[in-house]
């Protein structure tokens, strides 16, 4: 028995091109990594609301889902730096990814500061308690919680390519390695904050949002200093040509952005608006507790982003075929798990966050189905977002993300605070037949027009 267990493990560690080696190392590294940073990010949830309260909690959440937006002023730099840099080391071109990292985080450090600029200037002229609702109960002023938020997510924004970096590499192990010391930081932080302080949402926000911009700045120096030492940004390989050209394939990757923010993170606001803050916290529990889903997934599929990009520059066509038939295979067992969390999840919530907040079972089932469809989108996305062809992908989010709000409110008003994912359920139903479609095409070498863009 413990020989075939052994040869059983050889095989799977031996077998296989290099590149399918090198998937599985950053699966199994990845899920190590991912299952500490997901039991800290559990743990955080009742220690932020029992620290704070419901409301204030809520608040936090809306204010971090609106600054978030800033990540989509990257126009698409990093998703476009990630397919350049994959592309670069299948033909083992070094000199021209040094050359576009040190033009994207120039890129980034331009579009950060600008942004600030105009949102301090601009948003100072509004008044931000009555915008997001904020009870009267609450005796604090939020606009400067929200540029504290600010600040940490334009610097957190400038150093964010070292992930790209590292996923194009076929690192992504290190960049949930990063995201875990962030967490690991922050629950301290907090953990200390609550036994030697009362809630206080500033400081609060300070830990939270500074603790994984300390923890990444740290990373940039370590890694380009070690083991990226030979790709390090220089501000002498800034180039005008490669950000014309890290431009170019950024702009789809932009739009899909702004269009998958709309879908996704408008769910807080319009929820704090219609519902009150304290709703928001009510929809976070069940996303986080399913969120355990994508994450899942999410460490499975991240290194075939860079692992299809370096396939069909290469022209491999069987390995993608075969690839894309095993993810979808998975899709399967993950929906199975998902069913069998949401028969566990009023009895997990009784555990977790005891009676601090009540979750309707509808809005469990909801989660539920929305990250079945969400694991079936992120297969076919990621194969052609590697692939770069997201012409398809990109009128779809469009389309999806300017009927979505609508939609959401009706359904909000309707059915509820569970209106806003089920709002998300049919836009993602009928991005889901498009993409699908696309694939086939792309994979059967059938793919010509609109299809093939």
Avoid at 37 to 46: A, E, K, R, Y
Avoid at 91 to 96: I, M, Q, S, V
Avoid at 238 to 251: P, Q, T, Y
Avoid at 340 to 355: A, D, M, R, V
Wanted: contains cysteine; positive net charge.
């Amino acid at each position: 028995m413990l020989s075939f267990l052994k040869n059983k493990v050889q095989t799977f560690w031996t077998v296989g091109s290099e590149r399918t080696l090198k998937i599985k190392r950053n699966i199994i590294y990845t899920f190590l990594i991912k299952g500490i940073s997901v039991f800290i990010g559990f743990m955080l949830i009742p220690l932020t609301i029992d620290y704070l309260n419901p409301v204030q909690n809520g608040i936090w959440i809306t204010i971090a889902s609106l600054v978030s937006w800033i990540n989509t002023f990257d126009i698409g730099l990093s998703n476009g730096l990630r397919n350049r840099l994959a592309h670069s080391l299948a033909l083992g071109d070094k000199t021209n990814m040094k050359k576009d990292i040190s033009t994207t985080y120039a890129l980034l450090f331009i579009i950060a500061s600008v942004t600030f600029i105009l949102f301090f200037s601009i948003g100072s002229l509004f008044n931000w308690n009555d915008l997001l609702k904020v009870p009267l109960s609450v005796k604090l002023n939020i606009w400067p919680v929200i540029i504290l938020t600010l600040g940490f997510f334009c610097v957190q924004f400038i150093l964010q390519p070292i992930n790209s970096v590292l996923i194009a590499t076929h690192q992504p192990f290190k960049s949930s390695l990063i995201l875990l010391l962030g967490q690991a930081l922050t629950y301290i932080l907090i953990y200390v904050l609550s036994a030697f302080t009362k809630g206080n949402l500033f400081i609060l926000v300070f830990i939270a949002a500074g603790s994984p911009v300390l923890v990444l700045a740290l990373a940039n120096i370590y890694l380009y200093n070690t083991s990226l030492k030979k790709i390090s940004p220089r501000v002498n390989a800034v180039l005008v040509n490669n950000a014309k050209s890290l431009l170019n394939i950024g702009g789809a990757f932009f739009l899909i952005q702004i269009g998958a923010l709309v879908l996704y993170e408008t769910d807080n606001i319009l929820i704090t608006r219609m519902l009150g803050p304290g709703s928001v916290t009510t929809f976070n529990i069940p996303f986080k507790y399913f969120s355990i889903i994508s994450i899942i997934f999410y460490i499975i599929i991240t290194p075939y982003w860079s692992a299809f990009t370096d396939a069909y520059a290469r022209r491999d066509f069987e390995w993608i075929k075969s690839s894309l038939n095993k993810m979808r295979l998975l899709w399967v067992y993950v929906s199975a798990f998902a069913v069998l969390l949401y028969f566990f999840s009023g009895f997990f919530y009784k555990i977790w966050i005891h009676e601090l907040v009540t979750v309707p079972d509808i809005l469990s089932l909801s989660m539920a189905i929305y990250s079945i469809l969400q694991t079936w989108m992120v297969i076919h996305a990621y194969l052609l977002n590697g692939i770069g062809k997201l012409r398809i992908q990109l009128i779809m989010v469009l389309f999806t993300g300017v009927m979505n709000i609508p939609l959401s409110i009706w359904l909000i008003n309707n059915v509820g605070i569970s209106g806003a994912v089920w709002a998300n359920i049919i836009t993602m139903i009928i991005m889901n037949i498009f993409i699908t479609y696309q694939c086939k095409l792309i994979v059967e070498r059938r793919a010509t027009g609109i299809w093939y863009r």
